[in-house]
């Protein structure tokens, strides 16, 4: 976009994907993620003499939600503008009881278990998990030879799984506010965008019952709506469920995948149109 330059009023604030928002908070001394992001929006605003506009994509829109939902709110009045969060699953993702059983590739051209270790234990895999009851039409998740698991049963899953940590993350998430679907919606005007149309898995079927150290990948799954990686349920819950007091507006491409929205020329359009003004809350 004509008048910003990369460095100085526009930049990238990569994190570690791994973390949640436990993670991210960890010490709020200097090296935390949302102690360094903090920094770098205070030194942007400050420097520009205007406010941040925060666009995110995938996980980063709960992660960067869950970074506002511990800000003081004159804090947030004073340095964010708009949070244009593209393709977020706000209330996780079925996907990721797949990748807690046995591993997700995420297509690639990997064993399905590659990067199950890394998975399994990463707090950001427990802070996506689906939860809540906007999943209740899509129950049962997980289903087996002699046991079928519910998304509120999924820490029952983990805890037959063996995976202890994974279990313990959930669950200190759940207990702390902390996970995707427990995060207090933004203050700040924001501006939804995600896509649909594309076949999203929310059951997955095994032919074997779980035991610690299970690697299977599902023999099966069934499909629903969303983008392809985020089921419409989580991709659509802003709109549905954020009460009318949200300064908000919802923008949905069809047939469109999960990571094109980061190239789209509509979408992008879009969010040039909010960050000039041309598109607003009001």
């Known amino acids: 976009m004509q008048g910003y330059k990369i460095g100085e009023n526009m930049h990238g604030a990569g994190y570690d994907w791994r973390l949640g928002p436990m993670g991210h908070m960890q010490a709020e001394a200097p090296g935390g993620y949302f102690a360094k992001l903090k920094l770098l929006i205070e030194g942007t605003v400050t420097k520009n003499k205007a406010k941040a506009h925060l666009i995110t994509h995938s996980l980063g829109g709960p992660t960067t939600l869950a970074f506002l939902n511990q800000q003081d709110p004159w804090w947030i009045e004073s340095h964010i503008e708009t949070y244009i969060p593209l393709s977020s699953p706000w209330v996780g993702g079925a996907r990721m009881t797949m990748t807690e059983v046995g591993g997700d590739n995420l297509g690639e051209p990997i064993p399905h278990d590659y990067l199950r270790p890394v998975q399994q234990e990463a707090e950001s895999g427990t802070f996506i998990m689906s939860y809540g009851e906007a999943w209740e039409a899509r129950d049962p998740m997980v ?34 506010g902390l996970l995707a679907a427990l995060l207090k919606p933004p203050t700040v005007p924001t501006h939804v965008i995600y896509s649909n149309g594309k076949d999203t898995p929310y059951r997955f079927i095994y032919d074997e019952d779980f035991s610690h150290n299970y690697d299977k ?38 047939d469109l995948v999960h990571a094109d929205t980061v190239h789209d020329p509509v979408i992008l359009g879009r969010i040039i149109d909010i960050i000039q003004g041309r598109i607003s809350t009001a």
């Open 143 to 176: 289903v087996t030879p002699s046991r079928n698991y519910s998304v509120a049963e999924i820490p029952e899953m983990l805890e037959t799984l063996g995976l202890s940590q994974t279990q313990a993350l959930y669950q200190n998430g759940a207990k702390k």
């Open 217 to 254: 990948a599902p023999t099966s799954q069934l499909m629903g709506d969303g983008d392809g990686t985020v089921n419409l349920e989580s991709l659509k819950y802003a709109e549905r469920n954020w009460p009318s007091t949200v300064n908000a507006t919802y923008f949905m491409k069809p």
